[in-house]
């Protein structure tokens, strides 16, 4: 964004080999690869050159064209400048752009602190969202008509997997939020201890807040993550509830089919000396045993709760 004389600010979004080398021979600065932004040991995450910092973080969204590998964010902070290196759109960046636009004497660092400012507020409307929607999830799972369902033997077996595929989805955006709040923590604790000497003292109240924010937010998303891998367990506990009633019924059948296969069996072998095939009423008599060897374990079964 232009100043005066120079630039406070220089925005790298997608930046070619070529762009990176101008950036970096003109403000004498080294612009990271992408490689390079994606390393997740710490002393590849943040370092200090002289007063130049260079910081990084992951973002929560994703690159499905890398194997939804998480998008890398870098700045490269000064006392006179700002460099940021980011592969996508970042919600913070078009509100701190119209208000350098209307302020050119901002510093870098009130430009990165608005920023760190704009990327906490959002996170914790991401964080919401996610609340939200685990709250709607429980209603479902938990919820009356599931349960007069179940009761009613019915099946819920795919609706049950449709929410877990959605509990999925929530607690894999949570563990990215996450990564990106830890991120974002590294990135102010470090800034506000290596660059204490030039900051602002504005700009350090603002960096002391969003540490607290952040730490706000995190505990905040452990909650949620736990919510989430409660009712993951739960659903696959009810699932399982599901199955078990299947088995049940088919032990149930299976058992209730025994006696009369039994009994057919036995008056199928037609011995000479088997003093039924005599019998006027033979034939109902058979009939009759068959359907109370039916009967009689449906109704013991009943009794014991088991049907």
């Given amino acids: ?30 612009v990271p690869s992408r490689e390079s932004l994606q390393e997740v040991e710490t002393s590849s995450r943040v370092r ?32 006179e400048l700002l460099v ?22 901002m510093s870098s660092a009130a430009v990165f602190v608005a920023l760190i400012d704009g990327m906490v507020d959002f996170a914790a409307d991401m964080l919401e969202a996610s609340s939200n929607r685990l709250a709607a ?13 179940t009761a009613r033997h019915k099946r819920v077996t795919n ?10 989805s929530a607690g894999d955006q949570l563990s990215r939020i996450r990564d990106s709040l830890l991120g974002l923590q590294r990135i102010v604790g470090f800034v506000s201890e290596t660059a204490a000497g030039w900051l602002l003292p504005e700009s350090k109240t603002h960096l002391k807040t969003a540490q607290q924010d952040l730490l706000s937010l995190v505990d905040f998303e452990t909650h949620l993550s736990g919510k989430a891998q409660f009712l993951l367990d739960a659903i696959l506990g009810f699932i ?68």
Avoid at 50 to 78: C, H, K, R, T, W
Avoid at 84 to 105: I, M, N
Wanted: charged residues 15%; proline residues 7%; hydrophobic residues 45%.
């Fill in 1 to 30: 964004m232009p100043n005066t004389t120079r630039p406070i600010w220089v925005d790298l979004v997608n930046p070619t080999q070529a762009e990176s080398a101008r950036v970096s021979a003109e403000y004498l600065i080294h």
């Fill in 48 to 79: 200090a050159e002289g007063q130049v910092l260079y910081v990084n973080m992951p973002l929560a969204s994703q690159d499905a064209s890398a194997g939804f590998a998480p998008l890398p964010l870098g700045f490269i902070l000064s006392p």
């Fill in 84 to 105: 940021t290196v980011r592969y996508s759109d970042v919600h913070a960046f078009a509100g701190v752009k119209a208000r350098v636009e209307s302020d050119p004497q």
């Fill in 137 to 149: 999830l429980s209603a479902t799972t938990f919820g009356q008509n599931v349960a007069a369902a």
């Fill in 159 to 168: 609706d049950l997997r449709e929410c877990l595929k959605a509990v999925g």
């Fill in 240 to 307: 399982n509830t599901e199955q078990n009633e299947i088995f049940r019924v088919l032990t149930i059948v299976s058992v209730v089919g025994i006696p009369p296969t039994l009994i057919a069996s036995m008056y199928g072998m037609n011995f000479h000396n088997m003093p039924e095939l005599g019998w006027r009423w033979g034939y109902p008599y058979g009939l009759a045993l068959i359907a109370l060897s039916i009967v009689l374990p449906i109704l013991w079964f009943r009794r014991r709760g088991w049907w």
